[in-house]
């Protein structure tokens, strides 16, 4: 079958590969509908493997050449026999993220942050950007008919930014300020627009800047023009933000939210800093602002964001910019992500080679 697998940094082949041959009790046959491109994917296409396990994973054994793709949604092909969650033809969004059951943070219900996390695409077997995919069943969601196979491919990063959201407790009529509108950004001003908040984007890149824009959830700031943080207390009556969604990883932007954010209000650093960050402690204490991490996401979200987006609340499919044929997902997916002055933000991989649908 076809997939695109990772064998290291800058190189990612569309390959066949051996199909799966054997299905577990409670595994599923998956034929992969869309699939998503990750920032983590970028990571590792630009100067990895740092997911991607050289040596085999102490929880499943997997290691590169990895089959890329975890934020996908497919057609059940075949279920195996103690199967019953989902039924041959069902249309599934699957949670990718693996855990042992065991360990301190499993047996808490924390299993996002299990000491032998392991995930589809990334550190696993199988992987959303093939022709086929085993998972086990319990980590697949069914779709609502009023859901489409696209925004089922967008599932998972929805959640990532739901979780963001939620974290810092935005309740209605809560203000807002989403840093980075890549697309974590725009899914979380989303979400919390749903919530009810009012909202500020702050993004420098014209491109991301046009889509957070296009979703006409708030009012889109370029932190190049105008200081960001004054213009907010400006607006809000010297006060500042109730909340703050940090999604880009940079520095300038979480000395933003700290700056924007009212005292005793939340920051919720949601993106992920990929060096360190300078931050003056004091005002935190001065001001009584918490900063909450975020990874990932509770894994048990997948029914709740999936239930929001068929009824329309969380139309996570605005962000998606462009949809590609596997056959084209490096030249047209990876190489023009990680261009800089690219103009894509979510792109979604066609596993079956066709791009339309
Ligand atoms: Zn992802
Ligand atoms: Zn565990």
């Known amino acids: 079958m076809k997939a695109a697998v990772f064998h290291g940094a800058k190189d990612i082949r569309v390959e066949d590969v051996a199909a799966p041959t054997t299905l577990g009790e409670t595994d599923v046959l998956l034929k992969p509908y869309w699939c998503g491109i990750c920032g983590t994917d970028l990571h590792e296409y630009a100067m990895g493997p740092i997911v991607i396990p050289t040596h085999p994973h102490p929880l499943n054994g997997s290691s590169a ?4 793709g975890h934020e996908f949604s497919a057609e059940v092909l075949e279920i195996g026999k103690k199967v019953i969650n989902v039924r041959v033809g069902d249309r599934v969004s699957v949670m990718p993220l693996l855990y042992c059951g065991a360990c301190y943070y499993c047996r808490r219900g924390l299993n996002h942050l299990c000491r032998e996390m392991a995930c589809v695409g990334l550190s696993f077997q199988w992987g ?3 022709e086929l995919a085993v998972v086990p069943a319990s980590h697949m969601t069914r779709l609502p008919d009023t859901m489409s196979d696209l925004q089922g491919a967008i599932v998972e990063p929805g959640a990532v930014a739901a979780y ?3 974290t810092a407790q935005v309740r209605p009529g809560d203000t807002v300020l989403i840093t980075g ?9 989303l979400y919390a627009s749903h919530l009810g908040a009012n909202i500020f ?3 420098l890149n014209p491109t991301r800047a046009a889509l957070a824009r296009s979703l006409d959830v708030g009012e889109v700031l370029d932190p190049s023009k105008i200081d960001v943080a004054a213009y907010i207390k400006d607006v809000t009556q ?3 933000v109730d909340a703050v969604i940090e999604c880009s990883g940079n520095e300038r932007a979480l000395q933003t939210a700290i700056s924007s954010v009212r005292s005793a209000g939340r920051i919720s650093q949601t993106g992920l800093h990929t060096k360190s960050a300078s931050i003056d402690p004091m005002i935190l204490s001065e001001r009584d602002i918490t900063i909450s991490g975020t990874w990932c996401f509770p894994v048990t979200d997948w029914p709740r964001i999936i239930d929001l987006i068929g009824r329309g609340r969380y139309p996570v499919e605005k962000v998606a910019t ?3 044929s596997i056959d084209d997902v490096v030249e047209k997916g990876f190489d023009t992500l990680i261009d800089p002055t690219g103009d894509q933000i979510k792109v979604l991989v066609n596993a079956r080679g066709a791009a339309s649908n």
């Open 65 to 68: 050449p990895q089959i890329l």
């Open 128 to 130: 959303g950007m093939a």
């Open 164 to 166: 963001g959201v939620d």
């Open 181 to 189: 509108a890549g697309p974590i950004g725009a899914l979380a001003s």
């Open 201 to 203: 984007i702050s993004e």
């Open 238 to 240: 010297g006060i500042g």
């Open 322 to 324: 462009t949809q590609i």
